[in-house]
């Protein structure tokens, strides 16, 4: 059996609508894996079934059809999240806790006491940066300060695989890019990452690999430089170059003693790529469109 921090095999998941003769297919036969050590990106307009996903591979909602694995372990099962760290979009913390607080009542519930847990405590507020404010109520934190907490308390029991669901989100674009470094420190320490996000250029600079689903159905995969290679043009770039050697560049390169630094095919962005990929005109902040199955 495969221990691949996340395999996602012909997932699907219909709901139902109550008093109604209707289903809504959230996601349709999806099958995608993270390796370990990625940081994987999985993107798409709202109502595409990306908390979906997120919520059934962490066993809070149960799969219609198919199968989904957390290290090699069915999801299904309690004993599948013990080394899973899962950030929300919108984490809900207990306003009158302190910063300090908060991340030592999550250690307590991952089974941490005494000297070892106040150790992680100082380790984990120095890390995201709130060291200053571990005494402050976090009913006082600003957004971004809320969003480092939760990466905090997601970190609290050291977990190989962080799911991370819009953690940028409404968060200004100072406190942004803090926690897009704390996601890149994440990964240079051996973390696998599963990262929703709506912030295509952040996605573009820390993803090993995206996948793009619309309709519930995954329609592009790969790593991001592939993906975003302009499949039909090709570039070279060469150093010490005159405008002279520029004209006969493409016929007598090597004749002419120019040194070739690279090559290769010129790149979109992940933004012009993501729209492309879904239909036209829908927009992310579309309401969800409704499939009947």
Known sequence: MSNNPVEIESLTKVFRIPMRRERVVAVRDLSLR??????????????????????????????TRGRTRVFGEDSGLVRSRKDVGFLPENPYFYKFLTGAETVRFFGKLSGLSGAQLEARVSELLELVGLTEAAGRRVGSYSKGMLQRIG????????????????????????????????????????????????????VQEICDRVGILARGELVREGRVEDLLAVQDRMEIVFEQASPEKLDALREAAKGLGLTVVSSGRPQTTLEHLFLDSIEPGQSMDASPARRRA
């Not at 994987?40 to 149960?62: A, R």
């Not at 029991?157 to 674009?173: F, K, N, S, Y």
């Open 151 to 202: 990466l905090a308390q997601a970190l609290v029991q050291d977990p190989g695989l962080l799911v991370l669901d819009e953690p940028t989100a409404g968060v200004d674009p100072v406190g942004s890019r803090e926690i897009r470094d704390l996601i890149l420190e994440m990964k240079a320490r051996g973390k696998t990452i599963l990262l929703c996000s709506h912030l295509l250029s952040q």
């Open 34 to 63: 993270v390796e370990k050590g990625e940081v994987y990106g999985l993107l798409g307009p709202n109502g595409s079934g990306k908390s979906t996903t997120l919520k059934i591979l962490l066993g809070l909602v149960s799969a």
